[in-house]
């Protein structure tokens, strides 16, 4: 039974489609990310959902309600903004308390007190938003939201304005406290590797559109088309004619080919003992050797185009920028599009 | 590094002089008994003072301005506030067609929109031409722009937008989050543009002449009204006004912040 229902939803701004035709579900408790490149309507598409921007067509239905017509106060939807939106006239404990007033909760500062410790703000309740780092007024935006208890939570690229390592340890965070409350959640990023990290499920968007959902393993290893190819997991997108070319076969069919850079294999050209079984082998030299951390890229050229292939950074295990390689491509992960 | 600060130091000082000097002349002149061909006067007196705090006309002078003041400032504030509120929250393609209106006032000369003002009312269903309503609804005009820069830069400063639309999903109304959220944090901007406003509008001579002259004596017309009799007068009339006007500047300032927390913890 889904939870959070999404009706072919359509929204557009001068003439232009922003939303065109959206249909999606959500189970109870499912952490979900919508992923895409600016302007591919995420945003917009979780706006809507909160009620801030109205929808052209389609339906929202959150636990069987139909709220395509309510204000935002009346949809029992949290969200976390990009850029917090705390209220700078409050402090953390009122900022946090602000949607218990406007409900007249009673018993309001034990719940307070409860979503600061939450959050781990002990000894910030009187500090203002302006005193607070960037990942304090997170986590305030995010009891802001939390302690509401809202049946669904919306967070618009909240980690999007921290530094690497913070956010980093606010993703485990989000995570943990998202599965200790059991609350529904739509997350919205522009960061692959943030929305493999965290979500249950992905929908990948692009102009408008949801072009494929699954679980971060399924769109990482197969992608349905170029572009969720190209966005996810920076794979090698080859045309299918210059890669029969390059392999030597009139076997394979499809318009492109899809590799993954890590799942290519580099040996240098002679070397002795190839087990081309399961193996195409294409021949090239290394145009570039660049390192991002843990990870060693190679961008090999060969007669047609070139490859990038990814490495774990061992020792001593390095070819030299002009080496001539042979690149060992698995038949198996060859992904046809 | 040392020199270049020298150098801040001194522009900053020889520009205070510069502001202050013909206050401390008028100041100087307001207080002078005999001051003909010396650089500071031979004798003091407050025999200007006396006079002019024994004269009635200047009281009321003073309480027609504060009236007129009162109203026209209290009236902007009043339309206006939600005015740009609305237009910037949820209107904001009309944002240049407000902004456009807000500056007119800068391209009718006071004259120019005086003699239009009272050819407009003083025939027809309002005649209101020679009362000071009528200096009322051109005041209003006239601190327009002041009024409409401060309250905007304001709420750009704020993100309003933003903040409104999160107060909401909290479950305030709209008028709600205008009163618990933007209110509060744009507070200072209307004090600065109700501040610049009453100044403006203590000094306001063009308007007050042209339009209802003697009939509704404000400080200006009285002020204007003394040049012709004594120097020194005139000279304690603005000293005294300059006076009032940075009282209740102080005033309003050390009342809106007083009650401000002091800020909790260190980043």
Redesign the interface.
Known sequence: MSYVTIEQVTKGYDNQLVLNNISLTLKKGEFATLLGQSGCGKSTLLRSI???EDVDVGRILIDGKDITDL???Q?E???V?Q?Y?L???M?VFDNIA??LK??KVKNLKSKVNNMIDMVDLI??E???PH???GGQQQRVALA??LV?EPKVLLLDEPLSALDAKIRKSLQKELKRIQKELDITTIFVTHDQEEAMTMSDRIFVMNKGQVVQSGSPSEIYTSPVNTFVAKFIGNYNVCNMEVFRKLVRTTELKGNEVAIRPEVLQLVSVGEDSLDLQGNWEIKGFVKDVSMAGNVLRYEVETEECAFHVDYLHHRGEMFEQGARVQILVPKKECIML | MKSSLTFHKLFVGLLVIYLLIPLVGTLLFSIAGKWDHTILPESYTLKWYIELFQDERFYDAFRRTLFLIVISVGLSVVIMLPTIFIITVYFSKWEGLLQAAAMLPYGVPPIVGAVGLIKLYSAGPIQIAGTPWILIGAYFITILPFMYQGIRNSLRTLNAVQLVDAAELLGATKFQAFRTVVFPNIISGILVSTLLSVSLLFSEFAFANLLVGGRFETLQIYLSDKLNSSGHLTSAIVITYYSMILLLTGTVLKLTFRNKRNPVGSK
């Open positions: 909160a009620g801030l204000s935002p106060r949809r939807v949290g969200m903004f850029s939106a209220f700078p006239n402090n602000y949607g406007m409900k000894g910030k009187e500090s203002y005193q607070l780092s802001r939201a509401m």
